[in-house]
């Protein structure tokens, strides 16, 4: 294995090269569509769950961003000050411009997510994890314990994410011609290394700056969040494909999952607040 510095710093160079495809497949449809100030890309059961989490009146922190669509849909459902946070240059652009030029008060900033500033720590109700951010990152226990860092303490991380059962099974450009069939280990101690780009927007293939993708198993994302003093609060799971790699599987129609999704609070107990207290008179026998 090589550092953590190296595979962000690998991924980073990836995702700029990729950029500028994605964005001449969507980025006029996204201008288009943000023009509504009521428009949201959240569909069920993702919208749904954050109804009832409620997002009205929050601060919100998007950790890897991306071009900003999702926290935008936040900021149009109510939110109050809504951050995100993202490690592409080209993503980061984009997302500014499109706040800017659709009058959306969103911040955006292009960092390392393990290198989040201190300024932003203790301040958010919520901190909100998209499709595709954990396999991007090497160190998961390190990327919630930023989280954990960033939420007030009782805020919620709101996860919707790809299944892990997901990365055994094919993709729909492989060549393996059954989605059903396992392909690949589900404990994987390396990183996938990829160099044919990750347009998964427009579809196309590239050679590429080499790209690193790390797959978490459950007991991985579940033991990191214990590691960083968030509670689990709700898992679901479900039959629903959001990687835009796996319909063929979705459409076998076995009910497997292929996506979740996860809220975790913080539970950080400061010194000044101890579990409990001795009476100030205890009684004779204690």
Same mark, same amino acid.
């Given at each position: 294995m090589k550092s953590s510095a190296f595979y %962000?710093?690998?991924?980073?160079?990836? +995702?700029?090269?990729?950029?500028?495809r994605h964005q001449a497949k969507n980025q006029s449809k996204w201008d288009d569509r943000f023009q509504n100030p009521d428009y949201y890309v959240f569909e069920n059961p993702e919208l749904e769950k954050l109804n009832e989490l409620g997002i009205s009146g929050k601060d919100i922190a998007h950790v890897c961003c991306n071009n900003g669509v999702e926290l935008m849909s936040l900021k149009n459902l109510g939110a109050n000050r809504c951050v995100g946070f993202d490690f592409s240059e080209m993503a980061i652009s984009e997302?500014?411009?499109? *706040?800017?030029?659709?009058g959306i008060s969103c911040e955006f900033f292009r960092t390392d997510v393990y290198e989040i500033e201190d300024r932003f720590y203790? !301040? #958010?109700?919520?901190?909100?994890?998209?499709?595709?951010? #954990?396999?991007?990152?090497?160190?998961? @226990?390190?990327?919630?314990?930023?989280?954990? /860092?960033?939420?007030k303490k009782g805020g919620v991380l709101f996860v919707y994410e790809q299944h892990p059962f997901v990365e055994m099974l094919p993709t729909d450009s492989g060549s393996e011609s059954d989605?059903?069939? %396992?392909?690949?280990?589900?404990?994987? =101690?390396?990183?996938? @290394?990829? =160099?044919?780009? %990750?347009?998964y927007v427009g579809?196309?293939?590239? &050679? /590429?700056?080499?790209?690193?993708?790390?797959? +978490? =198993?459950?007991? &991985? !994302?579940f033991m990191s969040l214990?590691?960083?003093s968030l509670q689990l609060? =709700?898992?679901?799971?479900?039959?629903? &494909?959001? /990687? *835009? @790699?796996h319909q063929r599987t979705e459409n076998a129609g076995v009910q497997i999952p292929l996506s979740y %999704?996860?809220?975790?609070?913080?539970?950080?107990?400061?010194?000044?607040?101890? !579990?409990f207290s001795v009476p100030s008179n205890p009684p004779k026998w204690w």
């Open positions: %962000i710093g690998a991924n980073r160079l990836a +995702w700029d090269e990729a950029m500028p997302a500014q411009r499109r *706040a800017k030029a659709c203790g !301040i #958010f109700d919520i901190v909100y994890v998209s499709i595709g951010c #954990f396999g991007w990152l090497p160190d998961l @226990e390190k990327l919630f314990k930023k989280i954990s /860092s960033l939420l989605p059903l069939k %396992i392909v690949e280990p589900y404990f994987r =101690t390396e990183p996938f @290394e990829d =160099t044919h780009g %990750i347009d579809g196309t293939v590239y &050679d /590429s700056k080499p790209n690193y993708w790390f797959v +978490w =198993t459950l007991s &991985d !994302i214990k590691s960083a609060d =709700t898992f679901y799971e479900y039959p629903q &494909d959001i /990687s *835009a @790699e %999704i996860l809220t975790a609070r913080s539970v950080v107990y400061t010194p000044q607040t101890p !579990i």
